[in-house]
């Protein structure tokens, strides 16, 4: 008996472990429909999710792809950029209102997302105007490796941002995404890449970037981290609550360091998954 008893409680660890990370994080064991390939047209059944993901309100983003078959809006509400610029030229340091900066997000396949970002108004109150919107970008997420103990999450992501204003450049280039979860409640992320921009001013600028985020309790987490673009850096910190399993809060500021970075970067962001 005693021996039966063991054989079953080894069977249940393993089958566990073997569990897809969705499929244990809501709360349930292993489902065949959790398995296999996924797309629009054959979506991740609900039972099968985890708590939402964003890539919000880091400036550093996630190897992790929206599920496939399922869609993700994550929006920055407002934000207030003290002495400094969005999409204006460089050495503008009029503070701005930022509304809805939005990233709207689309499991393609499994594995793979679609994502457009665009900020939708700039008010600049030292001129009762508007700035114009954007610029919008474009990009794919590729997760080409899935984490596994010491290997990380890696994902490649193609990265283009088309202007929708003179004074915003044409900018694309690849970027990488990857990412630990770690003992004590902490997870790290890191991009790096580069970005080749075209007239007026054809440069490369390298991107690098890392963030730690530490689970308070809960769905409750703060994270601290480092954003860098060619000669543009910043500072970030923050805290997100997802409060039912598809929707999230967050709140924080950026911090500019170096470069045409606002002084101060104050926001508040929800974020919704269907």
Avoid at 31 to 60: F, K, M, N, Y
Avoid at 92 to 112: E, I, N, P, Q
Avoid at 127 to 145: T, W, Y
Wanted: proline share 8%; with cysteine.
């Amino acid at each position: 008996m005693l021996r039966s008893r063991s054989a079953a409680v080894a069977s249940l660890a393993v089958a566990t472990l073997a569990a897809p990370r969705d499929a244990r994080a809501a709360g349930g064991d292993a489902d065949p429909r959790c398995e296999g390939v996924h797309s629009l047209w054959a979506p991740l059944p609900d039972d099968c999710l985890a708590v939402i993901d964003t890539d919000r309100p880091h400036q550093t983003d996630t190897p992790h792809v929206v599920p496939a078959g399922h869609a993700q809006v994550e929006s920055g509400v407002a934000a207030v950029q003290l002495g400094g610029t969005l999409g204006a030229p460089p050495g503008d340091r009029r503070a701005r209102l930022v509304l809805f900066d939005d990233g709207y997000k689309f499991g393609v396949v499994s594995r793979v997302d679609l994502q457009i970002l665009f900020a939708h108004a700039v008010y600049v109150p030292a001129r009762g105007q508007l700035d114009p919107p954007g610029p919008m970008s474009v990009r794919a997420k590729v997760n080409v490796l899935e984490e596994d103990g010491w290997v990380p999450a890696v994902t490649f992501v193609p990265w283009v941002f088309l202007p929708v204003a003179p004074s915003q450049a044409l900018r694309a280039g690849p970027l990488v995404f990857w990412g630990w979860e770690l003992p004590a409640h902490l997870e790290i992320e890191m991009n790096a890449g580069v970005l080749f921009a075209a007239a007026p001013d054809p440069r490369a600028a390298i991107v690098l970037a890392s963030a730690l985020t530490y689970t308070l309790v809960g769905n409750f987490r703060a994270y601290a981290e480092v954003y860098a673009t060619g000669r543009d850096a910043s500072l970030g910190a923050g805290a997100l609550c997802a409060f039912t399993r598809d929707m999230q809060v967050d709140l924080g500021t950026y911090v500019g360091l170096h470069g045409d970075e606002p002084v101060a970067t104050p926001f508040v962001g929800f974020s919704i998954r269907r």
